[in-house]
Nanobody
């Protein structure tokens, strides 16, 4: 499974960015597709992900600011990030779960300046 990410960059606090992820290389259904992030010195954490049943989970601190959209059956999701804060600065990784196996994208840097 290959994950192609786009988006990211540098933005001032209060600004917006959009991340997109498209998965390919599998004939099996993707069980979960979404975004994780890892800041320097911190563990990787879930930001937002959609499951095959349509449920979307969000990190508590991004609720109301970030919106995950897309169609897991089409192997593509986007993360709209609004009202970004300096603490959102991290490398953002797309992750897919296919038959219990985790696949990661290469990561894209999001930097929010104060």
């Amino acid at each position: 499974v290959q994950l192609v990410e786009s988006g990211g960059g540098l933005v001032q606090a209060g600004g917006s960015l959009r991340l997109s992820c498209t998965a390919s290389g599998t004939t099996y259904s993707i069980n979960s597709l979404g975004w994780y992030r890892q800041a320097p010195g911190k563990q990787r954490e879930l930001v937002a992900a959609i499951s095959l049943d349509g449920r979307i989970r969000y990190l508590e601190s991004v609720k109301g600011r970030f919106t995950l959209s897309g169609d897991i059956n089409k192997n593509a999701v986007s993360l709209q990030m609004n009202n970004l804060k300096p603490e959102d600065t991290a490398i953002y990784y797309c992750r897919a779960v296919v038959i219990g196996t985790l696949y990661w994208g290469q990561g894209t840097q999001v930097t929010v300046s104060s």
